[in-house]
């Protein structure tokens, strides 16, 4: 089955920092770009990052640019979200997924929970 | 930014009948549109990608249609499983990717 399995989410103060990991399993890891989405408590979904397969290509939401990293190790068949400068605003659900081409978002983890407050 | 939105905001409709939801790009984004289901506490399933190909394993009472700006996701006869929030995405004009607001599409 293929799977993304999202880990390192918690409580964190303002201005802190987090790094979320995404583990994946069952599919060929390196040929695929991925992303980071959240989702605000009872809100909608925003895309945060992507990067490209050989992370030729990196991209971010302009609400998170200069503050998160997005990195791929594919020897561990892992994606990364480095959080820094942490905000209330960011508190959400983040989600890894996997993008297909034509096919969008395929293939989506549970999700992690970060929560920003004092 | 290719702005999507979604209409209605809530959709009640009755198990076994059918269901129109709405979506609506600022600007083109030829067929690069996706649906998804979401249910409280879990993450969102693709259920439609190019806005009309079903994804592995989604019913055939799901159907997606349009190009262009104008996008339909119709639920032919609503079982007690689909009653969910539904999000459309475009992936045509990224960065950034972008999703409607949703469709609570609840029961009548």
């Known amino acids: 089955e293929v799977l993304l399995v999202e880990s390192g989410g918690g409580l964190v103060k303002p201005g802190g920092s987090l790094r979320l990991s995404c583990a994946a399993s069952s599919f060929t890891f390196n040929n695929y770009a991925m992303n980071w989405v959240r989702q605000a408590p009872g809100e909608g979904l925003e895309w945060v990052s992507s990067i490209s397969s050989s992370s030729t290509y990196i991209y971010y939401a302009d609400s998170v640019k200069g503050r998160f990293t997005i990195s791929r190790d594919d020897a561990k068949n892992s994606l990364y979200l480095q959080m820094n400068s942490l905000r209330a605003e960011d508190t959400a659900v983040y989600y890894c997924?996997?993008?297909?081409?034509?096919?969008?978002?395929?293939?989506w983890g549970q999700g992690t929970m970060v929560t920003v407050s004092s | 930014e290719v702005v999507m939105t979604q209409s209605p905001a809530t959709l009640s409709v009755s198990p076994g009948e059918r269901a129109t939801l709405s979506c609506r790009a600022s600007q083109s984004v030829s067929t690069y549109l996706a649906w998804y289901q979401q249910k409280p506490g879990q993450p969102p399933r693709l259920l439609i990608y190019?806005?009309?190909t079903r994804a592995t394993g989604i019913p055939a009472r799901f159907s997606g249609s349009g190009s262009g700006t104008e996008f339909t996701l119709t639920i032919s006869s609503l079982q007690s499983d689909d009653y969910a929030l539904y999000y459309c995405q475009q992936y045509n004009n990224w960065p950034p990717y972008t999703f409607g607001q949703g469709t609570k599409l609840e029961i009548k």
């Open positions: 997924a996997r993008y297909n081409d034509y096919a969008a978002f395929d293939v």
């Open positions: 190019g806005a009309s």
